[in-house]
């Protein structure tokens, strides 16, 4: 099987490829830098086959893709800066990422008859109630700019294809860039007091975890909408920065404990500072996984211990 894999230098294509060169498949890596520029470590996608692709032009994804022939494409490339994507210069480059450049692949897969695998988000539902978020579920009200382009790649995707996963994911922290995770350690390492927004619940995704689960998927021919996020149960920011520091504390990193570093909730109105509108229920119902006998990610309080491990802090 060749899997085409847009987006290698951020955390969930850099991922995936790796997967796919543990199951012996080919995978070829895209971004738009003229060479591969994540993370540089030892694992198999520093050296795999890499074409740097616009996924906005769409004669080169149609010339990139035709040449290339892939069985599936995994398109984990978007613009994912949510406040910047408010910025009124910005809105028409977003636009042309998430939206008009998952169509210009969509319509290259539908010639080639390839599977298509477009990563979504929590933020395509208006995050109101405290009801999970069933992933048939049509009641769309992006509260934002970037949640509307990604509901319109969403809608690209099962409006030209019939073969294609669309898989909603949240909070998502892996090794190759930047996350909440690396975000909050960083940020106690020069501050003596945080307060972490507490009325905003889902929960995390862990781009090694959700890499091999979208392997499981495009062997199989079970498509359609899907929530894929870490199991462990619904948390806030609040909840989640307090067992990243707990277990930190736990590797005997004594400078994240409660008494060089503490850690208070609040509302988001009371944090105050973000441009775009953020959910407040970012619950994702996770059943339809099970249902079609995929094995569900592990908790997110595991991932998160593996990741430490991983990363240096």
């Known amino acids: 099987m060749k899997v085409f894999v847009t987006g290698v230098a951020g955390q969930l294509g850099h991922d995936v490829m790796n997967e796919l060169a543990k199951r012996g498949y080919e995978g070829i890596g895209s971004d738009i830098a003229p060479s591969y520029s994540g993370v540089q470590d030892e694992s198999p996608v520093?050296?795999?086959?890499?074409?740097?692709?616009?996924?906005?032009?769409?004669?080169?994804?149609?010339k990139t893709l035709t040449e290339i022939k892939p069985d599936v494409v995994v398109h984990c490339a978007a613009?994912?800066?949510?406040?910047?994507a408010e910025d009124e210069d910005k809105q028409a480059k977003v636009k042309a990422i998430n939206?008009?450049?998952?169509?210009?692949?969509?319509?290259?897969?539908?010639?080639?008859?390839?599977?298509?695998?477009y990563i979504s988000t929590d933020y395509v539902f208006d995050g109101q109630g405290t009801e999970p978020w069933q992933p048939d579920?049509?009641?769309?009200?992006?509260?934002?700019?970037?949640?509307?382009?990604?509901?319109?790649?969403?809608?690209?995707?099962?409006?030209?294809?019939?073969k294609y996963f669309i898989v909603r994911i949240a909070w998502v922290f892996g090794k190759n860039g930047k996350n909440f995770i690396k975000t909050m350690l960083n940020v106690a390492k020069t501050h003596d007091k945080l307060t972490v927004v507490s009325d905003q619940i889902g929960t995390p995704t862990y781009t090694y975890d959700l890499a091999r689960l979208l392997v499981d998927m495009i062997e199989t021919d079970?498509?359609?909408?899907?929530?894929?996020?870490?199991?462990?149960?619904?948390?806030?920011?609040?909840?989640?920065?307090?067992?990243?520091?707990r277990q930190a504390v736990a590797m005997g990193r004594e400078e994240y404990s409660e008494d060089r570093v503490s850690v208070a909730p609040v509302t988001t109105a009371e944090y105050g500072v973000s441009k775009?509108?953020?959910?407040?229920?970012?619950?994702?119902?996770?059943?339809?996984?099970?249902?079609?006998?995929?094995?569900?990610?592990?908790?997110w309080q595991d991932a998160v211990a593996r990741y430490l491990k991983e990363i240096e802090f």
Not at 47 to 62: L, S
Not at 79 to 84: H, K, R, S, Y
Not at 145 to 151: R, S
């Open 46 to 62: 520093t050296t795999m086959p890499y074409v740097a692709m616009d996924i906005t032009d769409k004669e080169a994804v149609c």
């Open 99 to 117: 939206v008009d450049g998952t169509a210009n692949i969509a319509s290259v897969c539908k010639e080639l008859d390839a599977k298509m695998v």
């Open 276 to 299: 775009a509108k953020r959910p407040f229920n970012s619950r994702l119902d996770k059943s339809k996984l099970v249902e079609n006998g995929f094995e569900p990610l592990p908790t």
């Open 79 to 84: 613009w994912t800066a949510v406040d910047l």
């Open 137 to 162: 579920c049509k009641d769309y009200k992006p509260l934002n700019v970037y949640g509307q382009t990604k509901l319109d790649g969403e809608l690209a995707v099962s409006s030209t294809l019939d």
């Open 222 to 245: 079970k498509y359609g909408y899907y929530h894929a996020t870490n199991e462990g149960g619904y948390i806030s920011w609040f909840d989640f920065t307090k067992e990243i520091f």
